[in-house]
């Protein structure tokens, strides 16, 4: 009775929940529905309770002071959104080190089209708002959200070839390390020297650690977040920067090579076929220890970069991004006078950088070097593919919406700046969709 309760919910819930998990597209569909409900809820009855919750004070307490008393809605900034930046920070590493950044010939393409994508909606921006106190926005048109662009992407299938969304995904891991440059040299406040130069002290603990052989995981994240993130915090530093860096600290090297671990496997797996089996449905002592075995040295055999890689990615998919997006997508437009969104051209730089700035830059830098002969086109890529690249790279919203956090204290601005975000985003995801379905 109870096996055939368990098989029908691993059948109808748990199953389907790991398949739907496993898709590239899960993450920007799970990611749209949050951006939906803070919108909701920021628009309903529940409205009040909804802004209070996220400015609700933790921190610690300790012989009657307090410390790290921050509001909820600034520990998802600055911490969940590390977590997040780590894993961007692992992708990064691995890419350098086997994927798609590692031959510097095929990335030349994807490389120069997101720094023209970064670059161009800049200009936009400073055509609206030069000479004026938000300036401070012009990095919110910069950011492409990958999440949301993958997963229009794939959403596709097979009508879209392969070295496109292989394309796209080098030239968003371009433009999110372009964003954490961005963030780490213009948007920090006050800078504490002390505490800056302790936390790359503990970076460099860290390093030592890795060049000396150490694969502990455990280790890691001790330095890396009682080290490196709280020093980066109290320094002024954004506290994401600590993330990326401290990703780049994490071995990439396993503890046993590919060989070994292949002549262990087999060693043990025909250990465990010739062990003496039993006739119930547990194991035996022996064949217990076997798997065990096998089981460390599994471990053993993947590096610790890709480990943390693997565990972390549906847990930053599913719960860290739709976190962040309840938290800062919700836009009361109750009352909300429409002449303040007009009485700056914050959300209309915004709009136009995302919107045409980024089209303009990466299509504009790709056919320029191309005709050049400086890099060719991928194979099975055609010009509608990369205009419909292009506007799918014009969605900033989780990005867009950090940086917009960053650059601005005054909340009608941020208004402004999320309005401008949306729009730019909705209208580049139907063009870019369009574009790519035909």
Not at 266 to 285: G, I, M, W, Y
Not at 357 to 366: E, F, L, R, V
Not at 387 to 410: E, K, P, R
């Given at each position: ?6 098989n ?12 739907f ?14 951006v939906?409900m803070?919108?909701?809820?920021a628009?309903?009855?529940?409205s009040s309770h909804y802004f209070?919750?996220f400015?609700q ?6 012989n009657?002071?307090?410390?790290f ?6 520990w998802i900034?600055?911490g ?12 990064l ?15 030349i ?17 400073f055509a609206?708002?030069a ?5 401070s926005?012009?990095?919110?048109p910069?950011?492409?959200d ?11 299938g097979?009508r ?9 995904t ?6 999110d ?19 800056l130069?302790?936390g790359?002290?503990?970076l ?6 890795n ?11 001790i ?7 709280v ?15 401290s990703?780049?600290?994490i071995?990439?090297d396993s503890?046993?090579?590919e060989s070994i671990?292949t002549?262990?496997?087999?060693k043990l797996l025909?250990?465990?076929?010739q ?10 002592d022996?064949?217990l220890?076997?798997l ?5 040295d ?13 565990a972390?990615?549906p ?6 991004m ?12 109750d ?10 051209n914050?959300g209309?730089g ?14 504009g ?12 086109l991928?194979?099975n ?14 969605i ?18 941020y208004?402004q ?7 730019a ?7 870019g969709?369009?574009?790519l379905?035909?």
């Amino acid at each position: 009775m109870y096996q055939t309760f368990q098989n029908k919910v691993n059948n109808h819930f748990f199953i389907p929940l790991q398949s739907f998990m496993r898709q590239e597209k899960s993450g920007g569909i799970v990611l749209a529905i949050s951006v939906v409900m803070a919108l909701i809820f920021a628009n309903s009855p529940l409205s009040s309770h909804y802004f209070h919750f996220f400015e609700q004070k933790l921190g610690i307490a300790f012989n009657g002071s307090f410390y790290f008393n921050y509001s909820i809605h600034h520990w998802i900034n600055d911490g969940l959104m590390a977590m997040f930046f780590f894993v961007v920070g692992l992708e990064l590493k691995r890419e350098f080190i086997g994927g798609e950044l590692a031959e510097v010939k095929n990335t030349i393409l994807p490389i120069c089209a997101a720094i023209g994508g970064m670059i161009v909606p800049v200009i936009f921006y400073f055509a609206f708002n030069a000479g004026t106190p938000n300036i401070s926005g012009w990095g919110i048109p910069m950011a492409t959200d990958i999440a949301f662009s993958l997963g229009i992407l794939y959403l596709l299938g097979s009508r879209v070839p392969s070295s496109v969304k292989v394309f796209l995904t080098t030239l968003a891991i371009v433009d999110d390390l372009g964003a954490v440059i961005v963030i780490a040299l213009f948007y920090t406040s006050d800078i504490s020297l002390l505490n800056l130069g302790i936390g790359f002290s503990f970076l460099l603990i860290m390093f030592i650690a890795n060049k000396m052989g150490v694969k502990n995981v455990i280790f890691y994240a001790i330095i890396g977040i009682g080290g490196v993130w709280v020093s980066f915090l109290l320094s002024g530093v954004h506290a994401t920067i600590a993330a990326v860096l401290s990703a780049f600290m994490i071995p990439a090297d396993s503890r046993i090579s590919e060989s070994i671990y292949t002549q262990r496997i087999k060693k043990l797996l025909h250990r465990f076929c010739q062990a003496q089996p039993n006739e119930v449905s547990t194991l035996e002592d022996n064949q217990l220890q076997i798997l065990v075995r096998m089981k460390k040295d599994t471990v053993y055999a993947i590096p610790p970069l890709q480990r943390l890689e693997n565990a972390m990615h549906p847990l930053v998919s599913f719960v860290i991004m739709p976190v962040f997006a309840l938290a800062n997508a919700g836009i009361s437009f109750d009352g909300m006078d429409m002449s303040l969104l007009c009485s700056t051209n914050i959300g209309i730089g915004v709009m136009l950088g995302l919107l045409f700035g980024k089209p303009i830059g990466i299509i504009g830098s790709t056919l320029i070097l191309s005709r050049l002969k400086i890099a060719a086109l991928p194979d099975n890529m055609t010009v509608r593919h990369l205009f419909g690249i292009g506007f799918l790279a014009s969605i900033g919203f989780t990005m867009s919406m950090f940086v917009s956090t960053l650059a601005f204290n005054n909340s009608s601005h941020y208004v402004q700046a999320v309005v401008g975000i949306f729009a730019a985003s909705i209208l580049g995801s139907i063009i870019g969709y369009r574009l790519l379905k035909k």
